[in-house]
Structure formats: C-alpha cells, structure tokens
C-alpha cells in the first residue's frame, strides 16, 4: 500500500460498549495509520516519548490531537466508521472526529460514517456543515422474511413431542419481521 495514503476503519457494536471508548477508539485509528508507515513518524516517537515512557495520562483530546499530528504525515486519509449509531459516546466523539476533517483544511481527510438515521447524529453533521448522503434501505422486509423462515425452520420443533402448527409459525414469522424495523 501507498504510505502516503492511509486507510482506517471502526466499526461499532452496541454488544461492546464497555471495550469502545473515545480514547480506544481514537488509539485504534491511530494504530491502523501507524502500521501503513514504512517507518515510526517522529510525532508518534515524541508522543512516545512523552506520554508512555514518562507514564503520563491519556486523554482523548491528547489522542485527537496526535491523530491530527498523525494525519499530517499522509497526502490523504481514508476513516471509515461503521454503525456510528451503536457507540455510546457519541457525543464526545462526533466533535472530535468532524473537528479533525475541518482542521485537514485542505480535504487530506475523508470521513466515511455509516449509521442508522438518529437525531443527534443527523444534527451534527448538519451543524458543521459537513456533506453528507443519505441512503434508505427500502424493501429490506422480504429480505428479513426469507431469513426469518430459514432460521424458523431449523428449529426443527416438527420432530418434538410439541405440535408446531403452520399458524403459530406463521405468526412468529410475521411478528419478528414487523418488530425488525428494517434491521
């Protein structure tokens, strides 16, 4: 890969929300840019220097400011952050992550979030005049259907000593595909 263009991805998981802190989401990014570098930057050697070897406290706003540094040394960089919606802390982290593509200046960063339309998030964006592109999954239900009658039928409850009538599986089929909500 070019070291001059460096590609990181993040995907949230709501199951995790105790393992995705900003700090560790932020340290992440920085480790994934790290490792398309033919050599050690010196901004990581002096942030070694002074904040692991010393023991001094991280921060995030310390992480966004040596991912910042970091980014500098690529002609562009590529953030992919997938299912934004499910990080608890996202209200640390959208100013901090919109923050750095504005201070990229000129557009070395590019941000790619995928996300489930929510308020917070949509506002964000909107307020820091960021473009953004909204994408409607639409006619997901068939989709979930089929799944949801695949994985009915291997439960397999035709051989128990329970009678599973076509009506109640029906109706489990129709109740978790309208409780899905598209996802």
């Known amino acids: 890969m070019d070291s001059d263009i460096g590609v990181a991805f993040v995907y949230f998981n709501y199951k995790k929300q105790d393992a995705q802190s900003v700090k560790a989401i932020l340290g992440t990014i920085i480790k994934q840019l790290t490792r398309q570098k033919a050599c050690l930057p010196e901004v ?9 070897r010393n023991a001094e406290r991280l921060s995030a706003e310390k992480l966004a400011t040596q991912l910042s540094q970091l980014i500098t040394t690529f002609a562009r960089v590529y ?19 919109t923050g750095m593509g504005s201070a990229s200046g000129n557009g070395s960063l590019k941000i ?22 909204e994408i409607e999954a639409t006619k997901v239900d068939t989709d979930i259907e089929a799944f949801v009658r695949a994985e009915v039928g291997k ?8 009678s599973f009538a076509d009506g109640l599986r029906n ?13």
Do not use: N, Q
């Open 44 to 52: 990581l050697r002096e942030f070694y220097r002074a904040y692991f």
């Open 79 to 97: 953030v992919v952050i997938d299912a934004l919606d499910e990080f608890g802390d996202r209200k640390t982290f959208l100013p901090i992550i």
């Open 112 to 133: 790619f979030v995928t996300s489930r339309r929510e308020r917070d998030i949509a506002a964000h964006f909107a307020k820091c005049r960021t473009s953004t592109l």
């Open 155 to 162: 439960w397999g409850l035709e051989t128990t000593d329970i």
């Open 171 to 183: 109706e489990i089929i129709r109740a978790l595909t309208s409780k899905s909500g598209g996802m």
